[in-house]
């Protein structure tokens, strides 16, 4: 597996580490993005449902928050208190009503003009579960022991079309894995 620094395509969407911070990450997993974050100086609250992932990230990442969370209940932030928020392949686990209650609560503890950067699976990402898995719904499928949703624009635009101006949205191929996985990558900001 190789360094993936997708992040270093967004940077100038981001802003200045004083304007926007802090940053809320979610999916942070053990920390390779939680950690270009604080490279470039932003103050992060770093997310995951694993416990062990982020005491990876702890290890990883000294001066990040780390919070244990769930994305299925809704985040336990108060509103308008993140510049940015980032959810680099997490938020792709879901049916879709909570997804679309994942998005609204994203945009719930954004503040105004706040950016959301996000990235998911595409339906081209036939190395990672985008064909043949039992389909739960159309483009959400069981992989395994994981449900994984897979997304195409219109589904993303979708997504993303209440209350949020896109910047940005682009299908992007990553060598981060073994195999090239396919994603689609949008900036958004809440309106």
């Known amino acids: 597996m190789s360094a993936d620094r997708w992040l270093d395509r967004w940077q100038g969407h981001l802003g200045e580490p004083a304007d926007v911070s802090p940053v809320l990450e979610l999916g942070c997993n053990e920390g390779a993005d939680t950690s270009w974050l604080r490279e470039h100086g932003y103050s992060v609250v770093a997310c995951d449902l694993d416990g062990a992932a982020l005491a990876e990230c702890a290890r990883r990442v000294p001066g990040a928050r780390l919070v244990r969370l769930?994305?299925?209940?809704?985040?336990?932030?108060?509103?308008?208190?993140?510049?940015?928020?980032?959810?680099?392949?997490?938020?792709?686990?879901?049916?879709?009503?909570?997804?679309?209650?994942?998005i609204a609560?994203?945009?719930?503890?954004?503040?105004?003009?706040?950016l959301l950067l996000v990235r998911v699976?595409?339906?081209?990402?036939?190395?990672?579960?985008?064909?043949?898995?039992?389909?739960?719904?159309?483009?959400?499928?069981?992989?395994?022991?994981r449900t994984k949703r897979f997304f195409d624009e219109p589904t993303l635009r979708r997504l993303l079309a209440d209350?949020?101006?896109?910047?940005?949205?682009?299908?992007?191929?990553?060598?981060?894995?073994?195999t090239t996985k396919v994603v689609w990558e949008a900036v958004a900001t809440r309106e």
């Open 70 to 102: 769930d994305l299925r209940v809704p985040l336990p932030f108060g509103i308008a208190t993140f510049g940015a928020i980032i959810a680099g392949l997490s938020l792709h686990y879901f049916a879709w009503d909570v997804t679309e209650r994942i």
């Open 163 to 178: 209350r949020w101006r896109l910047r940005s949205l682009e299908e992007y191929e990553t060598s981060r894995f073994e």
């Open 121 to 145: 699976n595409s339906t081209k990402d036939v190395h990672f579960g985008a064909v043949g898995h039992p389909a739960i719904d159309p483009g959400f499928y069981q992989v395994g022991d």
């Open 105 to 114: 609560d994203v945009h719930r503890a954004l503040r105004p003009d706040g």
